[in-house]
């Protein structure tokens, strides 16, 4: 369905305004969103307060906006039926890094910027890979070759990716070293946990103690947000909307996360809120501010 592709591949991140993402000088929490406002499927950047509205994208059919480059000069996106391309922050040099083979979709950066985390489908089912961040050295990070798998964060310490996967027959948050080694379930839960297939449903906090991620743990069986500790303990419900949620990003500082939310009419939405899961507002923006 066209709405749920929207949804699945609209993302948010944040962006470095002076250097790279955790690093003292004027970060800025810029969000990134795919929009059919205007009718094709196009990527728009903002700030957080929905202010500074840029559209970086205007091409038939679908892009999805992904993450930003840890010194938020790039950022990834998919486009059309299955592809990571890049492109500059102000949506110029756009270049596609899995140009065959076979559907892909973006995950995230290792905190260095040197390589991306994505999902791809070359070898008959989605399944993890890691690839240099020009698109070289592209491998399997752990094959499972009768499951479906979407990647996550990269932790900030470079250590760790989380990926979502449904390798214990239903979707479970894993863990799993960045060189592939100590596979881990996270979430150990009976309900599906990790949001609509192919979103980003799993994210690390900036300092890497907590991650929040969507599942549909209650009994109106629409994904909410949860929030955990790095190990998987401790997991808490953040949301308890009427539709459907999922993750969108941290701010900066660790305070507050983004998050979208469907239906919403005339269109979904998205929303911020504190860490805790107070304080919940909508955020407006309008494709005419500049």
């Known amino acids: 369905m066209k709405l749920r592709k929207v949804v699945a591949l609209a993302t948010c991140a944040v962006a470095a305004a002076v250097t790279v993402a955790g690093a003292a000088p004027a970060r800025t929490w810029?969000?990134?969103?795919?929009?059919?406002?205007?009718?094709?499927?196009?990527?728009?950047?903002?700030n957080a307060d929905g202010s500074g509205v840029r559209k970086l994208t205007n091409t038939h059919g679908f892009d999805g906006a992904g993450?930003?480059?840890?010194?938020?000069?790039?950022?990834?996106?998919?486009?059309?039926?299955?592809?990571?391309?890049?492109m500059n922050a102000d949506g110029t040099g756009k270049r596609d890094l899995t140009p065959t083979q076979g559907w892909n979709a973006p995950g995230g950066w290792s905190p260095d910027g040197r390589k991306i985390v994505f999902a791809s489908n070359r070898d008959g089912n989605n399944e993890i890979y890691v690839m240099n961040a020009d698109g070289s050295g592209q491998h399997n990070l752990a094959p499972s070759p009768s499951s479906q798998e979407y990647p996550g964060g990269w932790s900030p310490d470079g250590r760790t990716i989380l990926f979502v996967t449904d390798r214990d027959h239903n979707s479970e948050v894993y863990a799993v070293n960045a060189d592939g080694t100590n596979l881990r379930n996270l979430t150990h839960n009976p309900a599906n946990d990790g949001g609509l297939s192919g979103s980003r449903g799993a994210w690390w906090s900036p300092d890497g103690k907590k991650i929040v991620f969507a599942g549909n743990r209650d009994s109106r069986g629409n994904p909410d947000l949860f929030v955990m500790n790095a190990d998987g303990t401790g997991v808490k419900n953040l949301t308890h909307g009427p539709g459907t949620e999922f993750l969108l990003s941290w701010s900066p500082d660790g305070r507050k996360i983004a998050f979208g939310r469907f239906p919403v009419e005339p269109r979904w939405a998205f929303f911020v809120m504190n860490a805790d899961g107070s304080g919940v507002r909508k955020v407006n923006w309008s494709v005419t501010t500049r």
């Open 30 to 46: 810029k969000i990134a969103l795919t929009t059919n406002r205007e009718g094709d499927s196009d990527i728009y950047t903002m």
């Open 67 to 86: 993450a930003w480059s840890p010194d938020g000069r790039k950022m990834l996106f998919y486009r059309n039926q299955g592809g990571v391309w890049v």
